[in-house]
């Protein structure tokens, strides 16, 4: 399983943007589905975005869609997720996690960033 490590959070008024990274190691993410998942505290993991490996297929849940977009640089073995206007309601730790296929289960979990958005 590739490994995984997520950065770019920090702390952003409401209205605001962030790129949040996800940078593999150990192998290449060009084989892999990734997934952006967020946990709020006292709620469970949330699925965000997903995108095949090649980017011709991705998802976003309906609570982020067309305010988050997901890409991939295989070359630079990371994936981005870009989250414009952001609300008090996107505030959690952000994890990306990837999966050889969509039947397979999500590993390679990185320790998370927290984002913060202030009303």
């Known amino acids: 399983q590739v490994e995984l490590a997520e950065s770019g959070g920090g702390l952003v008024q409401a209205g605001g943007s962030l790129r949040l990274s996800c940078v593999a190691s150990?192998?290449?993410?060009?084989?892999?589905?990734i997934g952006w998942f967020r946990q709020a505290p006292g709620k469970g993991r949330e699925l965000v975005a997903h995108?095949?490996?090649?980017?011709?297929?991705?998802y976003y849940s309906p609570s982020v869609r067309g305010r988050f977009s997901v890409s991939r640089d295989n070359a630079e073995n990371t994936v981005y997720l870009r989250m414009d206007n952001l609300k008090p309601g996107d505030t959690a730790v952000y994890f990306c996690a990837s999966r050889l296929s969509t039947l397979s289960e999500f590993g390679g979990w990185g320790q998370g960033t927290q984002v913060t958005v202030s009303s």
């Open positions: 995108i095949s490996p090649s980017g011709g297929s991705i």
């Open positions: 150990g192998r290449t993410v060009s084989s892999y589905h």
